[in-house]
């Protein structure tokens, strides 16, 4: 269904290909997962399958691609729309529509699909994806995910022979994710539909893959089983991690085949030690909430909530698409809307205080990062940053530069693009470098992992720790059950705007099958929840 044939893909202006010599042959009814780093040029891969790259972002190609037996070259993306759909990395970038139901009929008015055919695909795919009682819904009213659903919703009622999909899951919690798995690979088991998709929560997905596709820095590819290329790539979930670690061969790709290894390994680690080592003496209240109350129209998305967010300690807020996670942390640093209750940030409301000073109070990281980002390249986003921040240090604290921070989280950054030119995980590290550069007193962060590998997420655990080592507190909003196991002290779960837990990070996701990490199942009924607790286990024990 997919060729590639000796493609060289160079964009205008860069010294180096982003793909190199790809050799790859995808065949009909195959579920290929893309794999590589954050920035390494996946996107670019997919968006040559269906002629976005280069017709639409310039630069040149080199070889030749074929998409069910259509030269890309000569086919533009509107004259292969009937056999390829794609639904990118920001899902409200493509809507089109107003509401959901228009949404997800707009591609077949595009393509002429009569409107009977039109009215029961509609109705399927709002079954499939369950989102029946959000049809009449605004798309700019919904959650995150919510919109994920949606924007793959409307490429599927189109019925196209591929589904090209650039990390489907990113903004979905655990089981919502599984949900559209789930419907994915029924579309390749039952229909032979061919599925290309892109993700870097491989935990999510490794286990419905039928081939990887390795994209590796210097622009190759690698391709074949999955055993085979996570055996030796970059990047690996932590089933693949766990299998490395202990030696196991071949190494598992599922909780299941890795549990039925892992009774030995229980046996060699004894009980877990602490998960994190936090700053021992900060045990300060930064921040005190009480009552918030949010409101859109006669639907309450934050009802009444108290939450204290204490100096040296991170948060994670969990929960479904649409518990009122994100409400909450707008309310909370002060930009959305609270019809009632109070905020108290040392002795000050973020939303009364002038702006220079709710930024060194608290600091937000949003869903969409690119709101915060008007200047022309990123060099000047990191300049402006350092220049509206040079009154952050009054405490005396010294900050790293933005651009020392952005190299940390994700490096070698070409400082002369534009930000919108970037990848979605560049652009999110960009932002967050903006944000913590402020180095407020409380950090927000609003799904921070969309877009990054493991090794950036790492990066960002390790920005994190020194945050809340110099006394700060971050609260993290997060569906990523693995980052939230390895980088927080406690875990808050919201439901219905209302906090249905709060303790402590090992007792709230190995309570939970839907958060639990995958070493937690692993390891169960051990309470153990990351690799790097494994390790350290095992150097103890030996």
């Known amino acids: ?48 399958m269906n002629g976005l790259v280069p017709h639409f972002t310039g630069g040149t190609l080199d070889g030749r691609v074929l998409v069910a037996g259509r030269d890309t070259a000569t086919h533009r993306p509107r004259e292969l729309a009937d056999v390829v759909g794609v639904v990118g990395q920001d899902p409200l970038a493509g809507f089109t529509t107003d509401t959901v139901e ?21 109705e399927e795919t709002l079954d499939l994806l369950g ?55 029924r579309l390749v088991h039952d229909l032979g539909i061919t599925v290309v998709l892109a993700e870097h929560r491989l935990e999510r997905v490794v286990q419905y893959a039928d081939t990887v596709v390795e994209v590796r820095p210097d622009g190759t590819v690698r391709y074949g089983k999955p055993a085979e290329v996570l055996d030796t790539s ?40 602490p998960a994190h080592q936090r700053c021992p003496g900060a045990a300060g209240t930064l921040l005190t909430a009480r009552k918030i109350l949010v409101r859109y129209g006669d639907l309450v998305a934050v009802n009444e909530v108290d939450i204290d967010l204490r100096a040296g300690e991170v948060t994670a807020l969990m929960g479904r698409n649409g518990s009122g996670k994100s409400s909450l942390l707008w309310a909370l640093q002060g930009a959305g809307p609270r019809q009632g209750g109070s905020v108290d940030v040392g002795g000050l409301d973020p939303r009364t205080v002038p ?18 980002l008007y200047l022309d390249t990123v060099a000047a986003e990191l300049a402006q940053a350092d220049h509206e921040s040079a009154e952050s240090a009054e ?49 927000l962060l609003d799904e921070p992992t969309r877009g990054l590998d493991y090794k950036a997420k790492t990066a960002l655990i390790g920005v994190v720790d020194q945050l809340v080592a110099s006394g700060h507190s971050v609260l993290i909003s ?57 390790a350290a286990a095992l150097d103890g024990a030996s």
């Open 102 to 122: 228009e949404e997800l009929a707009y591609g077949m008015e595009q393509l002429a699909v009569p409107p009977s055919i039109m009215r029961k695909r509609v």
């Open 355 to 372: 702006l220079a000073s709710a930024r060194r109070a608290v600091g937000l990281v949003p869903q969409t990062p690119t709101d915060l």
């Open 478 to 534: 997060t569906h990523d059950v693995e980052f939230a196991a390895a980088a927080s002290d406690r875990v808050v779960v919201m439901a219905d705007g209302d906090i249905v837990a709060d303790g402590s990070t090992t007792e709230i996701l190995t309570a939970s099958p839907a958060f639990a990490p995958q070493v937690a199942k692993i390891m169960a009924p051990q309470p153990y929840l990351t690799v790097g607790q494994i």
């Open 395 to 443: 405490s005396g604290e010294s900050v790293p530069s933005a651009d020392a921070i952005l190299e940390t989280l994700v490096p070698g950054v070409d400082r002369g693009q534009n930000p919108r030119d970037l990848s979605e995980g560049q652009r999110l590290a960009l932002v967050l470098a903006i944000q913590l550069r402020a180095a407020p007193k409380v950090v």
């Open 234 to 273: 970059r990047v690996a979930p932590p089933v693949v991690q766990l299998g490395r670690l202990v030696g196991w061969d071949p190494v598992p790709l599922t909780v299941r085949d890795a549990r039925r290894l892992a009774p030995s390994l229980r046996e060699r680690v004894g009980p877990p030690g």
């Open 131 to 185: 989102l029946a009682e959000l049809r009449d819904c605004p798309l700019h009213e919904l959650s995150g995910g919510q919109q994920q659903r949606v924007a793959i919703g409307s490429v599927l009622t189109a019925n196209p022979r591929i589904l090209v999909l650039d990390e489907p899951t990113s903004a979905l919690d655990p089981t919502a994710a599984e949900d559209v798995l789930a419907a994915v690979t």
């Open 1 to 48: 269904m997919i060729d590639f044939e000796r493609v060289t893909i160079t964009y205008a202006d860069a010294d180096v290909p982003v793909l190199r010599a790809v050799e790859l042959h995808i065949g009909e009814g195959e579920l290929c997962l893309v794999i590589g780093p954050t920035g390494v040029g996946k996107s670019t891969l997919l968006g040559a």
